[in-house]
């Protein structure tokens, strides 16, 4: 038996949701699975040389973990992965990966898991659920940890706006970008961001786009990555300048979102050269918003 499953990107956060919003990007990575006596990985695009090929592969770890989670045996399989998104750039690579995995091992085994099940392996996998809820779900999702289980709800996007990554050459570990966040934060800014996180979802749902600059504030950890991307503040006021509403750190970054309603090239360029200004190179890419999530076939 085979299957194949294509996967989103994602960006979590979107500014003041830390670790409970993700946003699924029409940039995707295509996973290959045909049920074989031992393991074979393949990678192809971003990643190839660099990622481990063996048991430690994490399409090849998800993909066992769904075959167990329903009692089936694993014995081996001949997996191919054609990777879209960049590594190490805050766009959901990593759970892209823990999705595919998982989302294959589903359908191998006649798809016995939903999608709340395998965003619960999912998230437990990957340790947050933001950027796996995206992921499965696709369009925006708000998701939390409940106990074992994750609780995800996908909500649509206006479809008259724009996002553009900026995505700088260099690369960014999650565990590094986490570090650097305190154990503790003042109550006036827990008190901002959820202010913030509750307009941002009102505002994208009633299509009251003008209050998005002031949704996308965030004050949890978006200051405190400045030490790890000083360079953020100046591409950020770069994109407003330009003509886009807000602008935020993706995930745990180096990449940047912003988001507009039209004049992409003119915002992407300036982003370029902003970084530029900084001594790093980075492309930006216009997106679409991918309204489907993991599709297995």
């Known amino acids: 038996m085979s299957v194949r499953v294509r996967v989103p990107a994602s960006s979590a956060n979107l500014g003041p949701g830390f670790d409970s919003l993700g946003l699924a990007l029409a940039l995707y990575n295509d996973v290959s699975v045909e ?13 190839a040389g660099r990622i481990s090929g063996g048991e430690r592969n994490v399409v090849a770890r998800g993909i066992r973990m769904a075959l167990e989670a329903v009692g089936r045996p694993w014995r081996g399989a001949a997996v191919r992965c054609v990777n879209r998104i960049p590594l190490a ?10 999705v595919g995995g998982l989302a294959a091992g589903n359908a191998l085994a006649g798809s016995p898991l939903d999608r709340p099940a395998l965003l619960t392996l999912a998230a437990r996998a990957e340790g947050h659920p933001d950027n796996v809820a995206a992921a499965i779900y696709g369009g925006l999702t708000v998701s939390c940890s409940d106990g074992d289980a994750v609780r995800a709800v996908a909500l649509p996007v206006p479809a008259g706006l724009t996002w553009l990554a900026l995505i700088p050459e260099v690369t960014s570990s999650t565990a590094e970008a986490r570090a650097v966040l305190p154990p503790t934060v003042p109550r006036a800014d827990a008190v901002f961001n959820v202010q913030r996180v509750a307009l941002l979802l009102a505002s994208l749902q009633a299509g009251r ?7 996308l504030e965030d004050r949890l950890h978006e200051p405190y990555r400045l030490r790890l991307f000083p360079w953020m503040p100046e591409v950020a006021a770069a994109a407003r300048a330009a003509g886009a509403l807000g602008c935020v750190l993706s995930g745990a970054g180096p990449t940047l979102l912003a988001v507009a309603t039209g004049g992409a090239e003119a915002i992407g360029r300036a982003m370029e050269q902003a970084l530029q200004g900084a001594g790093l190179t980075g492309t930006a890419r216009a997106l679409t918003v991918d309204t489907g999530g993991v599709v297995t076939a």
Do not use: F, K, P, Y
């Open 35 to 47: 049920e074989a006596e031992t393991l074979t990985v393949s990678v192809e695009g971003e990643g």
């Open 89 to 98: 750039r805050g766009l959901g690579s990593s759970a892209a990966a823990w």
């Open 209 to 215: 786009i003008d209050l998005l600059a002031t949704a």
